[in-house]
């Protein structure tokens, strides 16, 4: 049926042409939008969340939301909080997180790496930590539906509600959160998603939160830990990638055993004999170890960082020609003896760690199973 020359179907596609070309126009003579570093406009289409709009800090974040009265307060327990809300993807969370803090952290101290993937293990799950990660491996890791517990430094930035006073940011302040996405928006930027133990679900631009994620120092000295991260998933799953973390194992080796020798005290205090015993006895060589490991490996790791450096200050150089090239030419001849030197010594202290932690995992392993068979 035709009505004045036309059929429906040719209305139809005129008023949806009109009103493209409305809509064309009408986005033609508004305004263009002003991104500031202070003020950021963002829309569903790009963040996915309910409310985008207020930067918060230099850090421009968007606070999203909170977590459902889950905070940490004034505590050390981002830890716990985090893996607790990570095990609640795969329903291995207990009902309050305060459970999984005081079984993890018995005296109050922060949360090691170790610890944490310790007791993903525990409750029937793969768990791995990782270093030197990037913005690729967190999208991918996010959209196969792992759980990705991230290892930040906060020094020098402040809580919400004044749980902490602001540092001067050159303090280790490790701070643990639970990345829940990693994407690129229509215009190619790249963005995370993460849950924050201090209370809040926040979306930030990956340039800034790769500020917070890399090259955690203690004292100005590399700690080793550069964009580190736990990946946990279903023991039925695909296996997780194998470890990049074997250039922290020395570190590693203190902080997991510090916290081990903690939980052993605990376990005694609580009537676990052999328990506490393995903990104790393990925790103090996985520290000792751990110890002489790191007084070979940080030093290794600053060499070859200024290895690194003189080696660029030699090519500059010998580009340069003329008189800065004899210059450059011991540059690099030193360049290259102060980065094998420090490999070969983290090398040794890393694998005098990785000795240190097989002790501490063979000792806690079989006081653990005759505590178990006697208890």
Known sequence: MRINGRSGAEQVAAKVKRGSAETALARRERPAAVHRVDVFEATTRDVPVAQAGTVRQQRQALVTGDLGGVRQGATNACGPIALWLALGQFGRASADWRQLDAELRPWGLGTSPGVLVE??????????????????????????????????????????????????????????????????????????????????????????????????????????????????????????????????????????????????????????????????????LSTLFGAAGAALALPGAWLQRAGDALLTASQEALSSGGPRALAGLVAGAAGLVATGVGAIAGALGNAVGFVGQALSAMVQGALGALGRLFG
Request: proline share 4%.
């Open 119 to 284: 007791a993903a293990r525990e409750r029937g799950l793969q768990a791995e930590l990782y270093n030197r990660g990037t913005f690729d491996e967190l999208e991918r890791e996010t959209r196969l539906g792992r759980a990705v517990l991230v290892m930040v430094d906060v020094g020098g930035y402040e809580r919400p509600n004044g749980d902490m006073r602001p540092g001067d940011g050159r303090d280790l302040e490790t701070h643990w959160m639970r990345l829940t996405r990693a994407w690129r928006d229509s215009l190619g930027r790249r963005w995370v998603e993460y849950e924050n133990p201090w209370g809040t679900r926040e979306v930030l631009r990956y340039e800034a939160f790769e500020a917070l994620w890399r090259d955690q120092r203690l004292g100005g000295v590399p700690t080793g830990y550069d964009r580190a991260f736990i990946l946990i998933d279903r023991a039925k799953a695909r296996p997780l990638p194998t470890t990049s973390a074997d250039d922290v194992i020395a570190v590693r080796s203190v902080t997991d055993g510090a916290q081990t020798f903690a939980r052993g005290v605990d376990a005694l205090l609580r009537g676990q004999p052999l328990v506490g015993a393995g903990r104790l006895v393990g925790g103090a």
